[in-house]
């Protein structure tokens, strides 16, 4: 499925995490989910918003259908194209999270557009769960890439995606997002686009996810596009043209990290905005930008977490301005918005107790403020 338009394309990154699963309950006990860490959240300096509470969908289970026709319905409100569900392929088979996506694909609902973003990363305790020190560097659960046959296994299991009438497209070509482009085989990309046109499709539109301070060229490598992580490099911008910044206030910042339990990474919203685009670079029609409306994953990582703190839909209202008004410039319309429903990562646009739904609200008058 691919939108004839000259507004953005806004494709909402998704975890599918908001259900019980035996691996979640063997590590961190029976009924654990993301839900768990964002509920036990706590201030951690006065006016840290903690814990984040939803609304409308509440502390939703996404087994139950209803849910995710709901979420759609909201995203269409928002003005969301599609989701990009992110998919837990960790070699020889073995998938997590991947039974809620199994059942959208399965049951045609809800029959709203998605594409797939493979998560390829491990899964250590400190991903998740920063709260018990002594399981912080526990691999839970290995990234592996066993070859060819695994390869083509992979590419099998997303080919029934790719086929549904739903899956977004660029060019004609399904959309995959990777996570981690460094690690993938040499071959993966060749392989699966000689199968893709084998299998009647012009070719497979890969993006890589690539973190802001990577200097790798993916095209070259052959990615069709590219899209920058930049929410975590906001600190070090921030550091880099600061007038104030000195060794004393770094110094003095782990200090309130390691003794006083303060964290040390949180920014202004606002502080932050001019850095989570790169006009220059985000200008390029192989370069996909992103769309930032908070971010605090303090719930997960305690003080270690990243924060951004005072982000409001007003703001965000601005951001999404600037962004758009960057990519009507630009022939290729995908921006990708970091994140739909990432409570874990104070990173949503879902309805919640401060700002109900003031994020889609925003993202909406923006869109129509284009059209």
Known sequence: ?????????????????????????????????????????????????????????????????????????????????????????????????????DEVIATGKPDFPFCFGWANHSWSAKNWNRKDTSLKDRLLIEQTYPGDEDIRKHYEYVLKAFKDKRYLTQDG???????????????????????????????????????????????????????????????????????????????????????????????????????????EIDSHENIIPGLVPNFDHSPRSKQFGFILHNSTPNLFYHHCKQIFNLVSKKNNKIVFLRSWNEWGEGNYMEPDIKYGRGYINALRKAIDEVM
């Open 1 to 101: 499925m691919e939108k004839n338009s000259n507004n953005p394309r806004i494709i909402a990154l998704y975890l599918p995490q908001y259900h019980p699963f035996p691996e979640n309950d063997e590590w961190w006990g029976k009924g654990f989910t993301e839900w768990t860490n964002v509920g036990r959240a706590k201030p951690l300096f006065k006016g840290h918003d903690q814990p984040k509470i939803p609304t409308e969908l509440g502390y939703y289970d996404l087994r139950l259908p209803i849910v995710r026709e709901e979420q759609a319905q909201l995203a269409r409100e928002a003005g969301v194209e599609g989701f990009c569900y992110w998919h837990y392929w960790f070699g020889n088979g073995k998938q997590l999270l991947n039974e809620i996506i």
């Open 173 to 279: 070509k399904p959309i995959f997002l990777v996570w981690n482009p460094k690690d993938v085989p040499a071959n993966f990309i060749t392989l699966w686009q000689k199968w893709s046109k084998e299998d009647g499709f012009p070719g497979i539109y890969f993006i890589a996810n690539v973190d802001a301070m990577d200097k790798t060229n993916y095209i070259a490598k052959g990615f069709d596009a590219m899209y920058y992580k930049r929410a975590q490099a906001v600190s070090t911008s921030i550091l880099r043209h600061s007038e104030n910044f000195s060794l004393w206030k770094f110094i003095k910042s782990r200090i309130k990290l390691y003794l006083f339990k303060k964290p040390a990474f949180c920014f202004e919203y606002k502080e932050a905005m001019p850095y989570l685009i790169d006009e």
